[in-house]
């Protein structure tokens, strides 16, 4: 039986990162939802629940994991995946303005 006290801060991390999934889901559709930037916020919605299930498959490696290495690098594609969602978020109506949608 392994230790389940090991690494605990890491895996806390990954949980946030779950979390905030979840709230920038809410604040995508509650936000950008509407008229003008409709098809834009379809494809941010369609591209942050791949990225949601991309991050439980993490959660799952990171979980199971006991190496320290495996453990930072699910850390780090998660921090990277997040970082790039959220600027998304903030940019949405300049790349639908840009892109012509």
């Not at 895996?11 to 834009?40: D, N, Q, R, S």
């Not at 490696?61 to 997040?82: C, D, E, P, R």
Request: hydrophobic share 55%; with cysteine; aromatic share 18%.
């Amino acid at each position: 039986m392994r230790n389940s006290q090991r690494f605990t801060f890491p895996k806390t991390v990954l949980f946030g990162i779950t979390t905030l999934y979840v709230v920038l889901m809410l604040a995508t559709y509650f936000l950008y939802y509407k008229e003008p930037t409709v098809i834009c916020a379809q494809r941010m919605l369609t591209a942050q629940t791949i990225a949601l299930l991309f991050q439980v498959v993490l959660n799952y490696i990171n979980y199971h994991a006991k190496n320290k290495i495996v453990i930072l690098g699910t850390l780090f594609v998660s921090a990277m995946i997040i970082f790039g969602a959220i600027t998304a978020f903030f940019s949405l109506t300049i790349m639908c303005e840009f892109y012509g949608f």
